[in-house]
């Protein structure tokens, strides 16, 4: 710590009133001792790190601190504020603010020293003496945790000695009778519990929780906790047998639980990283009763790095929406990349490239032919993954890594007797069910440790296959083969009312899970190309860049309607919009939802009905105006892009121009309210 703190890094009369103020009245001290090297950099770092989850916490104290590039050497300023700056945390302001500069690549050695800060701060002696510090190089030492100067002892004349040993001494009466020895009372067997705690940086809160579990149990008595601290400069695992001998598990986290399977089949109290600071003995509490109870858990279905799933809280249909969009979120990769290479290959080497012979067989480098096979067989094979990601996913934000296996073999089933996507959706629910419901069994200790790498993935393999082949597989391809014929008998108003209703979809959320439903159920049609298939694809990604360009065109033909944030927003939303992003508009739409979302819904509509009528068709799944020529009818599909976009621009001027509260001001003199004030709205950030 000597290094990383200094008296010219330390400000015992902090006078800034907010939060912002005291990281650059802090970092400024950083700059000026060269430990930072961009100010404005450097605090754009702080605040992405605060906007992830506030930094302040119960007892005075505020703890901002990253990681940046802009970072020269570990460093750590304190500032000392009179009247207490709000950090967020629920107790109130904070007196007590430490910065903690990390460098982008800071080693171990430096997060140790960095963490022994986050565990001084659960002393109370500590905090007391850092109020009431007046010298600014003691403070420094003081939180360095230099050992302080011995004082000398003033010289006393010394005094008689003793009395020798060999000196009778009185006695008063016969000596008494030694009592009998009794054997101490054998000690209490003391409640085990293995905590894992982690932030998003992994520099303070990570080991402020670790340090604030242990020191409950030490308070306890009988309860000792032993934590693995998972910062992001990487772990160190407790060992198997720590793990094996503990009575319960509490999870403090922030960011999901790596390797969590390993505390499976005990009682698990799962909780963010504040609550481990704030109220570990209420923690310890909670996992003691559900130990008493006997109430165990997997320790997998509670979190997957796609989402937290697995909350009480959480209805059935918040759950299922989550699995689905843990299912559609790995599967987009392997469409963008499959899709986009076959329509490569379609569009060099024609639409007959699909009966090219394999290019392991027959490729001649000279050819142009042949590159298009290889684009079109390498994009075939990227593309036949699509159903079994999607169901493995599924499975795998159900039941986390033991629902995997079932999950892929059920989506390869589903290939096999042609029940396509839809097999797919089921498949994976089946694999995540049928892991879920093996998890609950309570097994013998000795068998737990080959419960996720043999006995699951055996026992929910055979269950998912004999499901998927023989009780509900044809049922289910059946639905496909008749939705697939409905898709291609498709013409006139029905098409158009498909059209209609795929656009309401995907402008409704702007990229959420109704847009990420209608554009799943466009790529599902994909995985066999059929007539109507194409022109559903064509339907969903025309109408799914119409709300940013919209939005766009709207800040260029009447800016004054829009803050000066929007309007920079619409710069960017052009190309977003081309490239079909429809996220391109999700600012617009947080700023005013009752406005910007209806219109967009209007224009989408309108472009997925005339697409339709059109019988324009697309083979990529993604690229927007940069796949143009992969599309049928190319002239008429960028006609039915801009007749909704216009729709949806008109729509949303016309609404924002009747706000009886809009100001005139902004671009061109004139602005809402917001604008005036030179303030920024305040819009969420997305999950």
Partial sequence: MSEMITADLVDLDL?????????????ERMIAQGRVTDLDGFLADVAAREAQMPTGLDGGIGIPHCRSEHVTEPTLAFGRSADGIDFGAPDGPADLI?????????????????????????????????????????TAALIRGDEPEPTPEPESTPEPSAEPESRPKPTTGPEPTP????????????????????????????????????????????????????????????????????????????????????????PTVDVGVKAGINRPAELIG?????????????????????????????????????????????MVPFVAAGGLLIALGFAIGGYTINKAPSVAEHFVWTQTDSWAALLFQVGSVAFAFLVPVLAGFIAYGMADRPGLVPGFVGGSIALTINAGFLGGLAAGLIAGGVVMAIQKVNVPPVLRGIMPVVVIPLISSAVVGFLMFLVIGKPIASLQRALTDWLNSLSGANAIILGIILGLMMCFD?????????????????????????????????????????????????????????????????????????EGAIPFAAADPLRVIPASMAGGAVTGALSMAFGCTLRAPHGGIFVVPLIGN?????????????????????????RKSAPEGGADGAGDATAQKGEEPKIPVAA
């Fill in 15 to 27: 006078s800034a009133d907010t939060k912002e103020a005291a990281a650059r009245a802090l970092a």
């Fill in 98 to 138: 430490f910065l903690i500069a990390a460098p982008a690549g800071a080693d171990d050695a430096h997060l140790t020293i960095l963490s022994s800060l986050a565990r001084q701060l659960m002393d109370e002696d500590f905090k007391a003496a850092l109020r009431t510090a007046t010298d600014a190089g003691a």
């Fill in 179 to 266: 009592e009998p020895e009794t054997a101490p009372a054998a000690p209490a067997a003391k409640f085990k519990i293995v905590a894992v705690t982690s932030c998003p940086t992994g520099i303070a809160h990570t080991y402020m929780a670790a340090e604030s579990l242990e020191k409950a149990g030490r308070d306890a008595g009988d309860v000792e906790v032993v934590v693995e601290t998972q910062g992001s400069a990487g772990f160190t695992r407790l060992a198997p047998e720590v793990i094996a001998g503990a009575d319960g598990v509490i999870f403090a986290h922030d960011v999901p639980v790596r390797e969590k399977d390993r505390f499976a089949g005990k």
């Fill in 286 to 330: 909670e996992v003691r009763d559900k130990a008493a109870r006997g109430e165990t858990t997997s320790g997998a279905a509670s979190a997957t790095p796609v989402d937290r799933a697995g909350y009480a809280g959480d209805g059935y249909g918040t759950k299922l929406r989550k699995w689905l969009m843990s299912g559609v979120s790995y």
């Fill in 510 to 582: 702007l990229g959420g899970p109704l847009n990420k439903v209608a554009y799943a159920f466009a790529v599902g049609g994909l995985a066999n190309p059929t007539e109507g298939s194409l022109k559903v694809m064509a339907a969903v990604m025309a109408a799914g860049m119409v709300p940013p360009l919209a939005m766009a065109l709207a800040t260029t033909v009447r800016g004054r309607l829009f803050t000066k944030t929007e309007r920079e927003n619409g710069k960017a939303a052009w190309v977003l919009g081309a490239s079909f992003i429809t």
């Fill in 634 to 658: 190319p002239f008429l599909y960028l006609i039915a892009v801009a007749a909704g976009v216009c729709v949806s621009t008109a729509l949303v001027v016309i609404l924002k121009g009747m």
